[in-house]
């Protein structure tokens, strides 16, 4: 009677971003840097790969480093760059929008500077601002003394002509204490949109941006979380269609445990901001990733930069592995030791990537006086990271791709002897006729875009159905590739979903096997008994016992990777209605880490509101909450992606949100009913029944039902869905 054996399996289409601008003429923004072409710097594009590895590229420092210091009165000792570089409208030369901390009467100044050749950089007398009685100086705008970080936009296709370019930067006088907006017909005589910030809950450090993918303006905005215990600056998204109004910034990147590794005591990881850009048909972003090496954890240390990555610019990723920096600190002793800052976005010449920084000599709280310049790195286009194979043949199977027409074209480098060929297979993986590997002329040495050929054919097959690409290499790094500018990635969901369903009608027999049977480990007094006291649906529970016994608990096995979306739910009698772990992968030592997971309750609403998630080391909690009669209650949390919702007998109970994009993945296994490890405080005293842990998010009419019906009356209508759709 209750047996469940398959889930919904639903296939995924994923589309590939197709870049835009609103410019009906076709202008193009100069901030633009959109194209068809799929990076490899995750595997979003990647099915399998066999003999190959990711190999993550560094910038590389101009020897002429810094290219441009202070050496103005108003500059102080201090000038860096969390501003703007943009090549001119005419194509030739650079323009800069940076500013300087000078350590004088006033914090901050904007400042604007030209160069022809990206290296010898000219600061002109704009004689907009007086400074000591004289306009002789390359202040551009002047509100008061906290004007700074000026992210400048070039939007070509206003018809207003005096709209052509647009400024949000942070003002922090008393007055304003937020980001403000206005507009330039020529990105240096500036009017102000309006006396009053346009967004004010964001931190000092933040960047706003047009996105070319989906036409609206995007802001990352320095917020403060509480990651695993510690109070943390993160990374927050928001969005509008409109520059003059913003909808409230939401969490995107935190801090996790491994980025502590070097940590000791209080010492702490903080995201002291992020550059984020379109940037081909995805986003990429620099991570100002902050050490605090104070003994507050909050204030000294250095700063320097990783790649983050994104196909929507909400769901990012972070690098595989140790997370090398995208930008290496300089030498010790050297102008840029101590910390890195990037502008909006790097600019592409002559098939590299330019790269201009402000770096500082000191950390985060240094003694003054402190030295900052800007600086330039460059880097290959597309050059981020790379798949790579050795002398061993290597394979990288491309996910389903839909909408491929004209020439493949590959960003590669072959050493010596080293080749690439690709093929291109159908539905049932073989090659399509005329494209097999032997019919594909091998590619050599090196090159940005380079166009694959089989025999005379110099693009790909039309085809009706979406196709695989399979490359084969030999001592070759592959970056990126474009099969034309509407190619859509097809995914489908890898085997089936992680499912688990404890009713106790047959002890821990799991009652959802089309995943496999996730065993139930038993830990101390815990046996299921047939008894209809202790069950909330048929006629057997789980009791967990009235006393405290080390570690008595139910450990369920495969449950230590749970995706981006799952469902946690549960039946439980708590009979002394009291705070108390329903799952947890914690060791009950210290704060919860970002590699566990805790879902706990609170019957009477005093140490939490009633029930709580810490995921990703952030804590969620429900509204205020009253159950404390000890009867039995259905507790359910379920995660859509970072999007938070709890439930109490089928109601919803309040919501919240943590990143998404991460998947949740954990040390440890999930427990029932206590901490992983004698968590004595927290130990659930009572009994449960209908134990579910799903990697689906269940929706709130088929909450209700199982809270009302128990969870095969909704797992069975899922399986017969499941089959009609087949």
């Known amino acids: 009677m209750r047996n469940c054996s398959r889930l919904l399996v639903i296939p995924i289409l994923i589309g590939s971003l197709s870049p835009r601008t609103p410019a009906a003429s076709g202008t193009k923004s100069l901030n633009d840097l959109t194209g068809p072409w799929q990076l490899l710097v995750d595997d979003y594009c990647v099915a399998e790969k066999t003999n190959v590895v990711r190999t993550y590229h560094a910038f590389e420092k101009h020897p002429a480093n810094p290219v441009l210091t202070y050496d103005r009165p108003w500059e102080g000792t201090n000038i860096y760059l969390y501003g703007t570089v943009l090549p001119n409208e005419s194509g030739r030369g650079f323009r800069m929008w940076y500013h300087a901390l000078p350590g004088d009467d006033d914090a901050y100044r904007l400042l604007y500077a030209t160069s022809d050749d990206g290296i010898k950089w000219h600061k002109p007398n704009l004689g907009v601002v007086e400074y000591r009685g004289s306009k002789d100086n390359n202040i551009f705008i002047r509100r008061g003394k906290r004007d700074h970080i000026p992210s400048v936009i070039h939007t070509p296709w206003e018809k207003d002509p005096g709209r052509r370019y647009k400024m949000i930067n942070f003002d922090g006088d008393p007055a304003r204490n937020g980001y403000v907006c206005a507009f330039s017909p020529d990105g240096l005589r500036w009017t102000d949109a309006s006396d009053k910030p346009v967004f004010s809950k964001g931190g000092d450090v933040s960047q706003f941006l047009w996105d070319f993918h989906t036409g609206q303006y995007l802001g990352f905005v320095k917020n403060n979380v509480n990651v695993s215990g510690m109070r943390r600056r993160a990374v927050a998204r928001t969005a509008s269609k409109n520059i003059l109004s913003w909808a409230d910034p939401q969490l995107v990147l935190a801090p996790d445990t491994f980025d502590d590794r070097w940590a000791k005591g209080i010492q702490r990881t903080h995201f002291y901001g992020l550059s984020a850009f379109a940037y081909e048909s995805m986003y990429l972003g620099f991570l100002w990733v902050f050490r605090a090496t104070d003994d507050e954890g909050y204030f000294d240390g250095p700063v320097h930069l990783e790649l983050v990555t994104s196909r929507d610019g909400v769901r990012w990723f972070r690098e595989e592995g140790e997370r ?214 048929g006629s057997a529970g789980c009791p967990l016992g009235s006393t405290w016994c080390p570690l008595n608990t139910i450990e369920i096995k495969g449950t230590r990777n749970l995706g981006t979306q799952f469902t946690l739910a549960l039946m439980a009698k708590n009979k002394e209605s009291k705070p108390a772990r329903l799952f947890s992968s914690a060791a009950d030592h210290g704060p919860v880490k970002t590699t566990e997971l805790v879902f706990d309750c609170d019957p009477k609403g005093q140490v939490i509101p009633g029930l709580r998630l810490i995921c990703k080391g952030i804590t969620v909690e429900s509204k205020p909450l009253r159950f404390a009669d000890g009867k039995y209650h259905h507790l359910a949390v379920t995660c859509d992606d970072g999007q938070i919702a709890f439930y109490l007998d089928g109601a919803p109970a309040g919501s919240g949100r943590v990143p998404a994009g991460e998947p949740i993945s954990m040390t440890r296994n999930l427990f029932v009913g206590e901490d992983a490890d004698h968590g004595r405080e927290e130990q659930l005293r009572g009994s449960v029944d209908d134990i579910l842990v799903l990697g689906q998010v269940l929706s709130a009419p088929e909450i209700k039902t199982i809270s009302q019906k128990g969870a095969e009356a909704v797992l069975q209508s899922r399986d017969r869905t499941s089959k009609g759709r087949r």
């Open 324 to 537: 090398p920096p995208i930008l290496e600190l300089g030498k010790d002793g050297t102008w840029d030791d101590g910390m890195h800052y990037t502008p909006q976005h790097p600019l592409l010449v002559d098939g590299k990537l330019w790269l201009y920084y402000g770096g500082f000599d000191c950390t985060h709280a240094a003694p003054a006086p402190w030295h900052g310049s800007i600086g330039l790195a460059m880097l290959r286009k597309d050059g981020f990271a790379s798949l790579d194979a050795g002398e061993k043949t290597g394979i990288i199977l491309t996910k389903k791709l839909a909408k491929t027409a004209g020439p493949l074209r590959l960003n590669y480098q072959c050493r010596a002897g080293g080749s690439i060929r690709v093929e291109p297979l159908d539905a049932e993986g073989k090659p399509l006729s005329g494209y097999t590997r032997d019919d594909c002329k091998p590619l050599t040495g090196d090159s940005l875009d380079q166009t694959v050929t089989w025999n005379n054919r110099s693009e790909l097959p039309v085809a009706d159905a979406p196709i695989r690409l399979r490359f084969v290499m030999e001592n070759a790094s592959l970056y990126s590739f474009t099969a034309g500018p509407k190619l859509q990635i097809v995914d489908e969901a890898a085997g089936p979903t992680l499912a688990v369903l404890y009713t106790f009608e047959d002890g821990w027999s799991d009652s959802l096997t089309q995943d496999g049977k996730q065993p139930a480990v038993q830990h101390g007094e815990i046996r299921p008994k047939a008894d209809p006291e202790l069950a909330a649906f």
